[in-house]
């Protein structure tokens, strides 16, 4: 083999990964070919867990090992044969960075690579409901309204034809955006020396005295920090959005064993989502669901099938 393939095997697979080091059912696994679902013309279908996947070096190998976190950590655990959050990035954003969120951040000196522009397919997870991390919004809101949806072992597919639900950001979804680029940590606020430099990154007035002015009315009580909901309110106030929004949609799991029927079809449902929450129309509580609601916090699912369609 020569040096440039090594590399590519030790970069996918691991350095571990040598003739005897990887089984062979893993490599098979993300070998498998294109068959498509007998049930759903379109449908791609995958046995025993694995991707239908074609992996490519898109950029050079050096580019892509600097994007990732620890370049010791091969795309694929040639073990389990699960792929990497930096292999997810790769194929939906060009990019093999290990993190979901916006931009770049400051960890203890190092610096931590994210998302910098709006992907053209989505990411949602169900381990931000798990509050194992938070996906920033150029992965929530892709270009077109097609959503990855991940669970602990497992990528499925979420998607609809409305293009309403991706259409331009609202100015106070951008300014929750920039706002959290100041709280990276998540805290939900900031502290009030930084409220200059949010008024100024979203265009806001922001000469010295009516920040400070800013700052007494956001807070009062003069504990040195500025939430996001009092800011959100006071600059970007919400309409009202007591009124329902629905659509049709879709999702794909290519396993057989994970389908109604064991016939691989995109399930087909209606989504609700409200600006608030109605335990009336409360439905279910499934891990598609939970994984959708990281996006759409009030979203109710009616699916045409007698069960919900699975993550996994």
């Known amino acids: 083999m020569s040096e440039a393939g090594q590399e590519l095997v030790h970069l996918v697979w691991g350095k571990k990964a040598g003739p005897r080091g990887l089984a062979d059912t893993i490599f098979c696994r993300w070998a498998q070919g294109f068959v498509f679902s007998d049930s759903e013309s379109t449908a791609l279908e995958q046995f025993e867990g694995g991707p239908c996947a074609v992996i490519a070096p898109v950029q050079g190998i050096e580019n892509i090992k600097n994007e990732i976190e620890d370049a010791t950590e091969p795309l694929i655990d040639p073990v389990y044969g699960h792929g990497s959050q930096s292999l997810i990035n790769l194929l939906l954003t060009g990019h093999a960075v290990s993190n979901v969120w916006d931009g770049d951040r400051e960890c203890s000196g190092m610096k931590l690579l994210g998302i910098h522009k709006q992907a053209t397919v989505g990411f949602l997870t169900l381990m931000e409901?798990?509050?194992?991390?938070?996906?920033?919004?150029?992965?929530k809101s892709p270009k077109f309204p097609i959503w990855i949806l991940g669970s602990e072992t497992h990528l499925t597919v979420f998607f609809a034809k409305d293009m309403a639900l991706v259409a331009p950001e609202a100015p106070s979804e951008q300014a929750r955006r920039v706002f959290q680029t100041y709280d990276p940590e998540d805290n939900g606020f900031i502290p009030d020396t930084l409220l200059e430099d949010v008024m100024k990154a979203l265009d806001l007035v922001s000469d010295p005295e009516y920040v400070n002015l800013m700052?007494?009315?956001?807070?009062?009580?003069?504990?040195?920090?500025?939430l996001l909901g009092p800011f959100l309110q006071e600059f970007f106030p919400e309409q009202d959005s007591r009124v329902s929004e629905s659509f049709t949609v879709y999702h794909y799991n290519g396993l057989k064993q994970s389908n109604y029927n064991e016939k691989v079809m995109y399930v087909e449902g209606t989504a609700v989502?409200?600006?608030?929450?109605?335990?009336?129309?409360?439905?279910?509580?499934?891990?598609?669901?939970?994984?959708?609601?990281?996006k759409w916090p009030y979203i109710e699912l009616l699916w045409t099938t007698d069960r919900s369609p699975s993550l996994n």
Request: net charge neutral.
């Open 273 to 294: 989502v409200m600006g608030f929450e109605e335990p009336m129309l409360q439905t279910d509580d499934t891990p598609v669901k939970r994984c959708l609601q990281t």
């Open 215 to 226: 700052k007494t009315k956001l807070d009062p009580e003069g504990l040195g920090i500025i």
């Open 129 to 139: 409901s798990l509050r194992y991390c938070k996906v920033g919004s150029y992965l």
